[in-house]
Structures are given as structure tokens and as C-alpha cells.
């Protein structure tokens, strides 16, 4: 598949998990480095290029099943990086994180999706404040559980 487009690949590999009702997305913390050069609205907009290709992807290959909602959910804040480097690396990291939230809420309510903010029920406590322990994963299955059964009620 190397050098089919990106959203050919998006649809095939939905298609094989066909029929979905749900897709949930969260994606943004390491498109906060500040290497990057990423704006919390650049993030918005990389993600809303995915949210439409689950949602455009009606039919899959060649079935006819519906295209699935989509659950945009923001991630935690960033924490104060207690090492040098990653310090470095995410510089500025913690403000565009605290962001995502209100741009991902206005994403899903402009596009139809629903919306969760992670950051509402976990934060980023790990060992290096971006990625999440299992406590946090736990937790935030818990959470997004309740708001599966909301939206598929």
C-alpha cells in the first residue's frame, strides 16, 4: 500500500472492520512538539481531515453499511516535564494541550461528531507527564464506556 493516498487507506481498513456504529479518535499530544510548529488549530485541522474519512466512508468497499459516528476525544493536558529533554521537546507542549479541548468540542459540534475531554476525568501522571499509566487508562475506558452507551443508546 505504499503510495496509495492516505484516505484510500483509511477507507480500506475500515472497511474491514465493517459494520462499525463507533469510531472514537484521540490523537493530538505529540503533534504538540514544538518542533513540529503545529497550532492547536493546525491539530483541529489535521484531525478533521480524519473525522471526514470515517465519515464519509458509507458503503466501505463494496458493501452498503452506514458510515460510523465519530467520537472526537481530546486528550489530557501535557504535565511539566520533570526531564531536560523532553522539556525541550515539548516546549510550549502544555499550553496548545490545554487548548485542544474547546477546538476539538467546536470540530465535532461543526462536523456531526460527538465530543469527550479526556482531560475531564485523567491527567498526563506518568513517569514523563505526557503518556498515561494504567490507572489513567482504566479510568478513562471507564469514562468513555458511559458515553459509548449515551451515544449508541
Not at 503545529?38 to 484531525?47: E, H
Not at 496548545?96 to 479526556?118: T, W
Request: hydrophobic share 45%.
Amino acid at each position: 500500500m505504499i503510495g496509495w493516498p492516505r484516505r484510500v487507506i483509511c477507507r480500506l481498513l475500515l472497511a474491514t472492520h465493517f459494520p462499525l456504529d463507533l469510531v472514537i479518535i484521540l490523537l493530538g499530544t505529540n503533534d504538540t512538539k514544538d518542533y513540529l510548529h503545529r497550532t492547536p488549530r493546525d491539530i483541529g485541522v489535521a484531525l478533521s481531515v480524519l473525522a471526514g474519512q470515517v465519515q464519509t466512508s458509507a458503503g466501505g468497499v463494496g458493501t452498503t453499511y452506514p458510515a460510523p459516528q465519530v467520537l472526537l476525544v481530546s486528550p489530557p493536558p501535557l504535565g511539566d516535564h520533570p526531564d531536560p529533554w523532553f522539556a525541550e521537546i515539548f516546549a510550549g507542549g502544555r499550553a496548545k494541550s490545554l487548548e485542544l479541548p474547546r477546538i476539538y468540542a467546536a470540530l465535532a459540534a461543526f462536523g456531526g461528531s460527538h465530543f469527550f475531554d479526556a482531560g475531564s476525568v485523567i491527567s498526563t501522571d506518568g513517569v514523563d507527564r505526557v503518556h498515561l499509566t494504567a490507572g489513567n487508562n482504566r479510568d478513562l475506558g471507564a469514562a468513555l464506556a458511559g458515553r459509548v452507551r449515551e451515544i449508541l443508546a
